[in-house]
């Protein structure tokens, strides 16, 4: 079982940046995929972006693709998402998942941290 843990959330002004981490322990298996999901309440979750744990092979949803970054650090423990140029329609509970899929579909994902919100707003 995979334990994960976001944090760096907030408030941020249109046209801000925020880094969120997402910190795994546990059964962490090499080949493990992790991915930032968000979710606005009253819609479906959507896939932001992934990477494959053990060859940093990286995939971005559409609305990521352009101003958002994810990483893992070189213990692969914790996963970051560098997110620039934020827009009020970023705003959202972002949730980072581990599967064994390297996919944005979030039915595939097993394992869930509790999420943190973050808000863009001037």
């Known amino acids: 079982q995979v334990q994960l843990v976001e944090s760096g959330g907030g408030l941020v002004q249109p046209g801000g940046s925020l880094r969120l981490s997402c910190a795994a322990s546990g059964s962490i298996l090499e080949d493990y995929v992790i991915a930032w999901f968000r979710q606005v309440p009253g819609k479906a979750r959507e896939g932001v972006a992934c990477i494959q744990v053990s060859d940093g092979r990286l995939s971005y949803g559409d609305s990521a693709k352009t101003r958002f970054t994810i990483s893992r650090d070189g213990a692969k423990k914790t996963v970051y998402l560098q997110m620039n140029i934020l827009k009020p329609e970023d705003t959202a509970v972002y949730y980072c998942?581990?599967?064994?899929?390297?996919?944005?579909?979030?039915?595939?994902?097993?394992?869930w941290g509790q999420g943190t919100q973050v808000t863009v707003s001037s």
């Open positions: 998942a581990a599967g064994k899929w390297f996919t944005l579909h979030d039915q595939l994902y097993n394992s």
